[in-house]
């Protein structure tokens, strides 16, 4: 046996002189460089081993030999958080209650769920309570900062280490708990940040010092419990308002006040609810935002590093927002927060104690003895670097030896970030989601590098390790502004569709179904949760799921039926719901289950290469070896690559369920109707009367015209299965604002991208009142934007414009007699051009007038489709050259420009205009359609109205349609289509190109057709206009003169008659729809 080697020292007091009380990490380095791996540290009479090499500490990780002490300032910090998750000693009954209920709250699947996370959010701080319903989550959290970035400009510092406290307290709270402290907005510290820094200061100091010296300090001791009961009081404020606001939640403060023990029952004690939420509110992010700092400066002092980071971004995101399902995808950057992680953990130090209590326990190839109830502490910024492990170069930053290859090849216990064992952060999902993230976010916009060049590494350590000091300059790439990086931030993404999205199902009866057992092997949730996932996609694929603990097949598995098995392995240990199954596999000597058929998936984190998977892998393999049949290969994941669903999915969809369906030979998706309901509200019903709107979903929106031609689209719609229309009908589409235009009133009146307002006061209003709101939302979706301004508005913005000459300037747009409403220039567009204006956001909004729908013909018929209706659009995008090239965006065609297929949109359907309708006897009224451009829409709808009537078997008197367009090539819409017509003989079609050598126009057409029009008309044709108002100038200009010559060719005189005659035709047999 050999001696533990001892610092020298002081009498009573030790070698207390040999450590920095304001670095201790760094003194203990210190001491092992001269004392080597191992040296008993003794200060004021009480011994704590130090460990600093990894062939010790191996020894220390296992679980039988050694647990945690809590020793140190983790004892200190139990003045606060009693026997919470991080400061519980071994067996006590509170820790094992809490880790159970919280523990599946940080699975993957809801890490996954938090990223974008939809929560009713509170706020604290003379702030109201308010409701949140989109990116509620890490992300939003992490834009906020890289907004405060952009606006921060690149001229001035950026306190690094402040800037992640906030980020990572502001995001922890809103995750976990549903409360938004909003402290990325204020120039001080957060109050509980301030009670912390000093509560755990203090904490540290007194783990270091005798206690009669800490009696003596009354000063310290009166602020140090002036802060515990401010950090509590702060907790309890938290949990009242969610008991005063209660939601149904899956996050962690509803486990702490809802959740059961699934083991003994019991729920929290109200004591241990406080201590728990304070715990994760300190460790939550104390830990993170020392992480993320070390990280950036890691990076961003290896220029070279920071560029192979900007390109895999780049690489894999590219311009657009960056998803969950990205993050997986980020391996270097996951590499560069292990490589940090080794040289700076920010929990520097694992407290042991031996389990034996009676006899030493030896360690170090039977070297060193410690002795019962004895504290170990190993040094992990030392352990991290062993050179025995790492290498010659282990004190540099070199991210590729953290590969996930070269992870799987390092000595087991090699890298222990996050802790050990059972006694883990159980929050390391999270934790590594924000430091992949946000490292994400700032590659992606920002050119980044150290303010001060010759900064060297300063830590401070408060328990934690952190940085000190750190300021870095950020920069935003070319062509970004703070505008443009917030659309792209906040940018929603494409819906996609599953893999058996265009699937064909049909309905399926219970008792049909083939009976499925599905068990699982968990402990943080996530793989119940695939379990739950799978049960219920089971009826799709013609099976009935029952789901059960993987200890409740224990000896008894069905033969009857497949047997899926999802289970995870927990540092080569299985679930606590799986032990007694696996014991009884590892027991079983003969082939006692060759009539089960199974499929294992399992569940493992790569970063504890040893033990990776072995849980699955042996149950796999044992069920094999018992005689089961294995219906596909094992399905593995790892957890911390952060694509777990996606994996699953991939592997059930693709090859489990194939397989099961050759095997059991179903050939039909035979879902069960879902016996789910859940219902949505619009806010827009605020507005608008509920029974005037209904929802139709995309189909389609193509483009019909060629590039660099006024555009026209063709959107198709379903219906849902109250709606019902008549051809020629017309449907009203409520729009949305175009997205550039509300960022141009935001930017105006300066306003940041999350802005609540609540409308006040006794004024009649159409906006929503009395409750808080996005500002983007009112803009969006409640008022007119981009309607033309009135006199009236453009006299109330120059009185709001102090400046004389901008005053004149606005009064003289007007001043050649044209109108603001003939420029097409709104009430935003003249506050952009008087930009000494005082006037309120409140003024600028009582100025505008309500959104309203806009009215389209549809081109369709019911005899087609009755569940389905089509609009053909031209879109309006026009610059507008009076005042600094206004780009004048038609609100509604932009809108449907941008829509995508499944997407939701309200809508109406209208009768059209008298008069305007399909002939009553199609057999006998012969039809003459006049149409330019988008004009054509109700036409179509009466050219498929025929063809259907046609195929039916009914006459049809004859049809002529007269077509104005551009040329053949750019925008002859349903071209095709209307040769298909014409050869079926349902009409005959007369194009007239305008953009083509000798600019024929429509009405040029019906003059050369003359005389056929006159024999219509004799046969009692009803005549149809749709197009402007220009086009219906023209073409009376051509019937009148086609009536005086059809009336001098007979001799007569009748140009006093013509009026007559017109008006008798108005009310009857010529319809007219014009537009703007």
């Not at 069960?672 to 139709?696: D, G, M, W, Y």
Request: hydrophobic share 40%; aromatic share 8%.
């Amino acid at each position: 046996m050999t001696e533990i080697p001892q610092p020298p020292g002081l009498p009573y007091i030790g070698s207390l002189f040999e450590i920095d009380p304001k670095f201790t990490v760094k003194s203990l380095r210190r001491l092992g460089d001269i004392h080597g791996p191992i040296y008993d540290l003794r200060i004021v009479n009480i011994s704590r081993i130090v460990v600093c090499n990894h062939e010790l500490f191996d020894e220390l990780c296992d679980e039988n030999r050694f647990v945690k002490s809590v020793s140190g300032p983790l004892s200190q910090m139990r003045n606060l958080v009693h026997d919470s998750l991080f400061t519980a000693h071994p067996n006590e009954q509170n820790w094992g209650i809490a880790h159970r209920i919280l523990a599946p709250a940080f699975g993957p699947v809801p890490i996954q769920e938090m990223f974008h996370g939809i929560y009713p959010i509170n706020t604290l701080f003379q702030i109201e309570i308010v409701s949140l319903t989109k990116d509620a989550g890490i992300y939003d959290i992490a834009s906020q900062l890289v907004l405060k970035w952009a606006r921060h400009g690149s001229s001035k510092p950026i306190n690094v280490q402040d800037d992640c406290t906030r980020f990572t307290l502001d995001a922890v709270t809103l995750c976990a708990m549903g409360v938004r402290l909003n402290s990325l907005y204020s120039e001080e510290k957060h109050p509980f940040v301030q009670a912390m820094d000093g509560f755990m200061r203090e904490s540290n100091y007194r783990a270091q010092r005798p206690a009669f010296l800490t009696s003596l300090l009354w000063w310290s001791r009166k602020q140090y419990d002036r802060d515990i009961s401010f950090i509590r009081k702060f907790a309890k404020d938290l949990i009242d308002i969610r008991r005063s606001n209660p939601t149904e939640d899956q996050d962690i403060l509803n486990a702490l006040i809802k959740g059961r023990d699934p083991k003994t029952g019991q729920q929290m004690s109200e004591e241990s609810i406080i201590d728990n939420m304070v715990t994760f509110l300190i460790a939550g992010h104390e830990t993170t935002s020392g992480g993320i700092s070390f990280l950036l400066y890691h990076i961003v002092k290896n220029q070279e590093v920071w560029k192979k980071v900007q390109k895999e971004v780049n690489d894999v995101v590219g311009s657009g927002r960056i998803t969950s399902k990205h993050l997986s995808k980020l391996r270097y950057i996951t590499t560069c927060v292990r490589e940090s992680l080794r040289l700076w953990p920010t929990i520097p130090v694992i407290a042991f104690k031996p389990t034996e209590k009676q006899f030493p326990t030896i360690i170090g190839q039977d070297k060193f003895a410690i002795m019962p109830r004895q504290t170990v502490i190993a040094l992990l910024p030392a352990i991290h670097r062993d050179p025995d492990v790492w290498g010659d170069d282990a004190e540099e930053f070199r991210p590729e030896r953290m590969t996930d290859e070269n992870l799987s090849t390092l000595p087991r216990n090699a890298w222990k970030a996050f802790g050990n064992g059972a006694r883990g952060c159980i929050g390391r999902p999270f934790a590594m989601t924000e430091m992949v993230l946000i490292t994400a976010l700032l590659a992606q916009n920002f050119d980044v590098d150290q303010y001060d060049p010759s900064y060297e590494l300063d830590v401070d350590q408060i328990v934690t390790l952190r940085l000190r000091d750190f300021f870095l300059r950020a920069k935003l790439k070319p062509g970004l502004d703070s505008v443009q990086l917030a659309n792209r931030l906040f940018n929603d993404q494409e819906p996609r569709k599953g893999p058996d999205a265009e699937a064909a199902v049909t309905p399926a009866v219970k008792d049909s179904l083939k009976p499925i057992t599905v068990l699982y092997g968990s402990n943080t949730g996530t793989c119940e949760s695939l379990a739950l996932n799978f049960t219920h996609n089971a009826s799709r694929y013609g099976f009935d799921a029952t789901m059960l603990p993987l200890d409740s097949a224990l000896e008894k598995l069905p033969t009857d039926r497949p047997v899926i098995i999802l289970t995870a392995s927990y540092e080569g240990q299985p679930a606590g719901n799986a032990v007694k199954f696996v014991s009884w596999l590892e027991k079983i000597k003969e082939p006692i289950l060759s009539g089960v058929s199974f499929a294992v998936f399992g569940c493992g984190n790569s970063d504890w290469a040893a033990t990776f998977h072995r849980i699955p892998k042996l149950i796999d393999r044992l069920l094999s070896e018992a005689g089961a049949k294995r219906l596909l290969d094992l399905g593995l994941v790892d957890v911390s690559s952060m694509s777990v669903q996606e994996t699953f999915e991939d592997w059930s969809n693709n090859k489990l369920w194939p397989a099961l369906r050759a095997k059991y030979d179903i050939t039909e998706l035979r879902p069960l109707p879902s016996e789910l309901r859940v219902e949505f509200a619009n806010h827009l019903r605020q507005t608008f009367k509920e029974n005037e709107f209904i929802e139709a979903s995309v189909i389609e929106n193509r483009l019909l015209t060629a590039p660099g031609v006024k555009a026209k689209r063709h959107l198709e719609l379903a219906l849902p299965p109250n709606a019902e229309y008549k051809v020629g009908d017309y449907l009203h589409v409520l729009p949305v604002n175009p997205q550039v235009t509300v960022q141009r009133a935001m930017r105006y009146f300066h306003l940041a991208e999350g802005t609540y307002m609540k409308v006040t006061g006794g004024l009649s209003t159409a906006l929503p009142t009395g409750t808080e709101i996005y500002v983007e939302e009112v803009l969006s979706r409640y008022v007119e934007l981009c309607q033309p301004a009135t006199q009236r508005n453009m006299e109330r913005i120059a009185q709001s414009t102090p400046d004389l000459t901008e005053q004149e300037s606005l009064r003289q747009i007007t001043a050649s007699g044209t109108s603001i409403q003939d420029k097409r220039l709104g009430v935003l567009d003249l506050l952009e051009h008087a930009t000494s204006s005082t006037m309120s956001f409140a003024d600028f909004l009582s100025m505008l007038t309500p959104l309203r729908a806009r009215t389209y013909s549809i081109s369709s018929s019911p005899l087609k489709n009755a569940r389905s209706c089509s609009l053909s659009v031209s879109i309006v995008d026009n610059i507008e050259p009076n005042v600094a090239a206004t780009r004048v965006l038609g609100i509604s065609t932009h809108y449907i420009s941008h829509l995508k297929p499944d997407q939701r949109i309200l809508c109406s359907i209208r009768p059209s205009n008298p008069g305007f309708n399909f002939p009553d006897s199609p057999e006998n009224t012969p039809m003459v359609m006049v149409c330019v451009g988008s004009g054509i829409a109700p036409f179509r709808g009466f050219l498929q109205e025929r063809s259907c009537r046609a195929k039916q078997g009914q006459k049809l008197a004859p049809a002529f349609l007269f077509f104005g367009c551009k040329s053949p090539t750019d925008d002859r819409i349903y071209g095709s289509e209307l040769d298909q017509l014409e050869e079926a003989g349902i009409v005959t079609v007369r194009y007239a190109y305008s953009g083509l050598p000798g600019r024929e126009h429509v009405q040029d057409k019906l003059w050369d057709e003359r005389e056929t029009l006159i024999g219509m008309y004799k046969q009692g044709a009803r005549f149809y206009l749709c197009g402007p108002v220009a086009l219906r100038n023209s073409v009376l200009t051509v019937v009148k003169k086609i009536y005086m010559a059809a009336a001098e060719a007979n001799g007569k005189d009748e140009g006093d008659e013509y009026e007559d005659w017109l008006g008798e035709m108005n009310r009857g047999r010529f319809a007219v729809d014009t537009f703007a």
